[in-house]
């Protein structure tokens, strides 16, 4: 008797553990056939399938439609590879067109939430995911928001200082009506100093006057101006011992240009224009620094220091640059028109702090104070502003 109690009982646990062992199995079956069958996803409605593992979270990207639809569409790129195919057992996803999958997807996941109890789950159906698109009147507010954060950038980037100058010198101009016209500032620090006999200043857009570039000539500097219409035709070359003066306005484009529809006259004198390699170029001027580099081009500034940004490196050598700026684009009789002008502005001003260019000071125009608002902000015309890189000793 003792013998057969002893042979039971390991048998007993045997069958204990496969038990356990069928439970579990039967248990992990019923679980998995409570899945719903494979079916299908129309794109034609607000759904998507999600799969959380690997969606970035998108209820912290709501303000930044331009990552939560590259999101969408670096989810979506595997789905359309395969979209033929039964994805996970359970989904197929039916679409044809690849471009419609993605457009739909951008549209979609600019207002999708996913609950945060989804979050730790692997899969999640069209059923689970909350699509809220925002209605056309919150878009546009949030347009609005972002169009007017711009222009309040813009504002800033003109008008505030980033550094000091310790010896700031007003040089040049002329009295009218109670304000000087001409005059330009020049910082004397020593690590922008200008270095007599050694010193290039070109100067773009003199008109008439050339008190700047006369007293520049007195810091022992070599002085270059540009400008060119009727009235230049009978000034010397030789303005004074160190001023040279070419007749020739600054553009992004070498010829001439006559302007009829602007003024008659103009047409019987067509005006000529250098970009700013061909100067240097005639010059012989490739490998010197431009020590002062001054722009007063009737709104053509942007165009011109644009062009310059990217197909030159004369600003990699400018130690100072004074610009007349012109925001008459802002004049536009359209909204678009106004923020694509304030898009342009904005893509030169930060070109110019890339190159470690900050601004000195900023002086609305005394004589001809005009102002344009845009989304709420409201930017002066015309300006003088003086930049530094404090780079060069």
């Given amino acids: 008797m003792e013998k057969v109690s002893r042979s039971v009982w390991p048998d007993v646990g045997w069958f204990g553990?496969?038990?356990?062992?069928?439970?579990?199995?039967?248990?992990?079956?019923?679980?998995?056939?409570?899945?719903?069958?494979?079916?299908?996803?129309?794109?034609?409605?607000?759904?998507?399938?999600?799969?959380?593992?690997?969606?970035?979270?998108?209820?912290?990207?709501?303000?930044?439609?331009?990552?939560?639809?590259?999101?969408?569409?670096?989810?979506?790129?595997?789905?359309?590879?395969?979209?033929?195919?039964?994805?996970?057992?359970?989904?197929?996803?039916?679409?044809?067109?690849?471009?419609?999958?993605?457009?739909?997807?951008?549209?979609?996941?600019?207002?999708?939430?996913?609950?945060?109890?989804?979050?730790?789950?692997?899969?999640?159906?069209?059923?689970?995911?909350?699509?809220?698109?925002?209605?056309?009147?919150?878009?546009?507010?949030?347009?609005?928001?972002?169009?007017?954060?711009?222009?309040?950038?813009?504002?800033?980037?003109?008008?505030?200082?980033?550094?000091?100058?310790?010896?700031?010198?007003?040089?040049?101009?002329?009295?009218?009506?109670?304000?000087?016209?001409?005059?330009?500032?020049?910082?004397?620090?020593?690590?922008?100093?200008?270095?007599?006999?050694?010193?290039?200043?070109?100067?773009?857009?003199?008109?008439?006057?050339?008190?700047?570039?006369?007293?520049?000539?007195?810091?022992?500097?070599?002085?270059?101006?540009?400008?060119?219409?009727?009235?230049?035709?009978n000034y010397d070359y030789r303005v004074g011992p160190f001023v040279f003066f070419h007749k020739a306005r600054i553009g992004i484009n070498n010829g001439y240009i006559s302007y009829c529809e602007r003024n008659s006259s103009l047409c019987e004198f067509p005006l000529r224009y250098q970009t700013m390699a061909d100067i240097r170029r005639s010059l012989g001027h490739d490998t010197r620094r431009v020590n002062y580099l001054k722009m007063d081009i009737e709104g053509q500034e942007w165009k011109v220091i644009r062009q310059v940004l990217l197909h030159t490196h004369v600003l990699d050598t400018v130690s100072q640059l004074s610009l007349e700026v012109h925001l008459d684009d802002l004049r536009d009789t359209t909204l678009e028109g106004q923020r694509a002008a304030i898009a342009d502005y904005l893509a030169v001003v930060r070109g110019l702090t890339a190159l470690g260019f900050k601004l000195i000071t900023y002086e609305e125009n005394e004589l001809n104070p005009q102002y344009e608002t845009v989304d709420g902000v409201q930017l002066s015309l015309y300006a003088e502003l003086l930049f530094i890189r404090r780079h060069y000793t």
Wanted: glycine share 4%; charged share 25%; proline share 4%.
């Fill in 17 to 233: 553990i496969c038990l356990v062992v069928v439970m579990s199995v039967r248990t992990y079956l019923t679980r998995f056939s409570s899945l719903p069958a494979p079916h299908t996803i129309s794109l034609d409605y607000p759904q998507l399938l999600v799969e959380t593992a690997h969606v970035v979270d998108v209820e912290d990207q709501q303000e930044d439609d331009d990552k939560a639809s590259a999101a969408a569409k670096a989810y979506l790129q595997p789905l359309v590879r395969n979209k033929d195919r039964t994805l996970d057992r359970n989904y197929d996803i039916v679409q044809t067109s690849e471009n419609d999958l993605l457009n739909h997807a951008e549209r979609v996941f600019q207002g999708i939430e996913v609950p945060r109890s989804l979050h730790n789950r692997r899969l999640v159906s069209a059923s689970d995911v909350r699509v809220s698109h925002r209605s056309p009147s919150t878009l546009n507010q949030h347009q609005s928001e972002e169009e007017k954060n711009k222009a309040q950038l813009l504002r800033r980037l003109l008008t505030v200082p980033t550094t000091t100058c310790k010896r700031l010198v007003r040089v040049g101009g002329r009295s009218c009506l109670g304000a000087y016209d001409g005059s330009k500032l020049v910082c004397f620090d020593a690590d922008v100093r200008l270095q007599p006999l050694r010193c290039l200043i070109y100067s773009f857009g003199v008109g008439n006057d050339f008190s700047f570039d006369e007293r520049m000539q007195d810091f022992g500097c070599e002085v270059h101006s540009f400008d060119h219409d009727q009235d230049h035709e």
